[in-house]
């Protein structure tokens, strides 16, 4: 296989562009790239390093996404499977939002907000494991340097991409992370604390003794409290990875300092809400209040000037 091509059609409003940068959250994300018109990234399909490349044509209300594959792959069907259905889950292709919409223009201030992004999907983490990697890389550091220790670790220990000089890294597998040793994650920036919590993450998936993968039937209570068992995992990375990696859009991360903030703007309080008021205030837009989320941090980069 050298490359394939194939087409996939979400469930309108879809914006690509929204959708991709709820998920990077940062420019400086080299895990999942954005050029202002395509997204790429790299994925590991039968230990082989793919780059998956995604355009949108037909706008919001008949979006096409073109999508490439360039690689070595022994069946290219399998391939074809395998990524689409990634792309689906990651982008919430078939995410019918309309109760959403009609929610939200209900809601004197919340409308301007989301009318501002209509088309964004709610993204996920290809895994759970992914997921709770980003959890352990940005906790209790600002989201700048959670994305720069994200990018060391892919660079680091991710299954390399050659495309003529250009070198790309795809995030790191279980299997790529288990056999390390706390320091080697002090080199790289993290504690020794998160170090160890990532190599017993990625040990307990390799051995089979975390079944994080096989949650998806399970209540978000459930899921909460299994995940709170694993080194590492507080209540804001339990939520966090409920929302981003299980697509719980109705799990607002209620410790989420940037979160609360959002919501102080958008209610006009006085004070910054801690956990228990981020839940009540959150509670209105149920069962979207996550969704929620991904709005305001569009709209904060919007204000930077990344959002066309």
Known sequence: MSRVTFTLRP???FSLEFTVWALRRKATNQVDRWDGRNYSRIFVFEDNALKVSVSQDGGLEKPQLNAAVDGKASDSQAVKSSISLMLGKMFSLRKDLKDFYSLSGKDIRLKPLV???VGVKPPRFPTVFEALINAFSCQQVSLDLGIILLNRLSQSYGVIFREGDTVFHAFPRPEDLAGLFPEDFRKLGFSRNKGRAIIELSEGVIKRTLKIESLETMSDTEIYEYLSKIRGVGRWSAEYVLLRGMGRINTLPGDDVSAQRNLQSLMDLD??????????????WQPYAGFIYFHFLLDKLKTKGYLS
């Open 271 to 284: 004070e910054r809400p801690d956990y228990e008021e981020t839940r009540k205030i959150a509670s209105r």
């Open 115 to 117: 009318e501002r992004f």
């Open 11 to 13: 469930l309108a409003p």
